[in-house]
């Protein structure tokens, strides 16, 4: 047994497909299934079963995939632990990022480490900010960029900085075009609402917001993707919220119209955090930096609204 097969049989059983995973580990699908069938042999045990939906772990498959996993686990963080032993960042630091900033901090952030730390390899994961936080807590990510978390003990979130959450609706919404004042989060609350499931910060801003009110929210439409959801918007379908630079260039080519919100404002809260399971390594330290500053880059460039 070895250390590539159990990451590679962590893969397949997260992933539930062959086809998935391979695509994940840059491997062939062929050479997955030499492996698994290799770990079968030698257990003598199945730990998959194919179906017409991909793959599913065998009881016994459960059993060895949590001990895989936790073999993993103390792997990594033995690497970790030897990498901040450098003088120099190397090895590899993963971090992960809510899909909401991708368009405008994933590429300028992974150029500019790449630039000043090339040795270092760096993995990025995109998801909603409480699967960033069960990563974090499991040591799936090293760092998390995460929107509209509260503190934990378990875990040190620091803020990076906050910005307002607009109302969002078409460019022919009569409520966007009532007048240049904020509108009242009640009046809000009984438009159609198009908004993430949770555990997507938005959505447990907005029905927060609403509950401490005794405010309902008329949720017409539930879908995971931002992208998703301003499509929809902008084809009249109903309204939502989003920060300014989410919503930038859709609203400079007109296909959205936005208005501030009051009574309450609804504030976002940017923040990044550290895997409690991880010692931080010269590399974890330095990609936390390039956060930090290309957070406050996107500040000054007025891309992010931020406020106090």
Same mark, same amino acid.
């Given at each position: 047994m070895e250390l590539k097969q159990l990451r590679y049989f962590e893969v397949v059983a997260r992933e539930g497909s062959l086809s998935r995973a391979a695509t994940l580990l840059g491997v062939s699908q062929s050479l997955l299934t030499r492996h698994i069938q290799s770990l079968e042999h030698e257990f003598g045990l199945p730990l998959l079963y194919r179906h017409g939906h991909g793959m599913s772990l065998t009881d016994n498959g459960k059993t060895f995939l949590a001990s895989a996993s936790d073999i993993l686990m103390r792997t990594d963080s033995t690497v970790s632990q030897m990498q901040a032993l450098r003088s120099s960042p190397g090895g590899t630091v993963t971090i992960g990022i809510p899909p909401m900033l991708g368009e405008f901090l994933l590429v300028p952030l992974t150029k500019r480490f790449r630039a000043e730390f090339p040795e270092v390899r760096l993995k990025l994961r995109e998801g909603v900010s409480g699967y960033l936080l069960e990563w974090l807590m499991t040591g799936k990510l %090293?760092?998390?960029? &995460?929107y509209n978390v509260t503190s934990m003990n378990t875990i040190g979130v620091e803020p990076l900085l906050s910005d307002e959450m607009l109302l969002i609706g078409p460019p022919d919404a009569g409520v966007l075009n009532a007048s $240049? #004042?904020? &509108? $009242?989060?009640? #009046? $809000? $609350? %009984? *438009?159609?609402?198009? *908004?993430?499931?949770?555990?997507h910060g938005l959505r447990t801003l907005a029905e927060d917001a609403a509950a401490a009110r005794a405010l309902s929210l008329n949720i017409v439409v539930e879908i995971d993707a931002m992208a998703g959801i301003f499509d929809l918007v902008e084809a009249g379908l109903g309204f939502s919220i989003a920060p300014f630079a989410a919503i930038e260039k859709r609203l400079e080519r007109g296909t959205l119209k936005a208005r501030r919100i009051h009574e309450p404002s609804l504030s976002g809260v940017l923040s990044i955090a550290f895997s409690p399971k991880k010692e931080a390594t010269l590399a974890m330290k330095a990609l936390y930096r390039i956060v930090r500053q290309e957070t406050e880059s996107l500040v000054r460039n007025g891309v992010w609204r931020a406020i106090d």
């Open positions: %090293d760092i998390g960029v &995460l $240049a #004042e904020p &509108l $009242a989060f009640s #009046e $809000a $609350a %009984d *438009l159609q609402w198009i *908004l993430p499931p949770r555990p």
